[in-house]
């Protein structure tokens, strides 16, 4: 690892062990945006292998926010979860419904993020 990945490394560590939930809870989205952004670029130029990893660690952090969620917490919880299990539900007939080229569709993530 070189120096400046080192620190770079740290200094995240840092931001994620001192950030207040509320900070996490919007680092996890801003991380899952970028992994989406970042599939779609790779769709676009034709690495799967890409696309599909980044799908996944977008969909990792979905399923993370959700149970993580406080049901006691009222309607803001469960109209979240509502929003999660959909992703969930749509990444699983996705999976089942079509062949692995046909996956990735580059306007669906980006609708997705415009939504």
Do not use: W
Request: no cysteine.
């Amino acid at each position: 690892m070189t120096d400046y990945a080192s620190a770079k490394h740290a200094y995240t560590s840092s931001s994620v062990m001192t950030a207040p939930p509320q900070k996490l809870v919007v680092m996890l989205y801003d991380g899952a945006i970028r992994f989406l952004r970042q599939s779609a670029t790779a769709m676009r130029t034709g690495n799967r292998e890409v696309t599909v990893n980044r799908l996944n660690r977008a969909g990792a952090i979905i399923d993370e926010l959700n149970i993580s969620l406080d049901m006691n917490q009222g309607e803001v919880a469960s109209n979240l979860r509502s929003i999660y299990l959909f992703d969930e539900i749509g990444r699983r007939i996705e999976l089942m419904v079509y062949p692995v080229n046909e996956r990735v569709d580059v306007r669906r993530l980006r609708r997705t993020r415009e939504d």
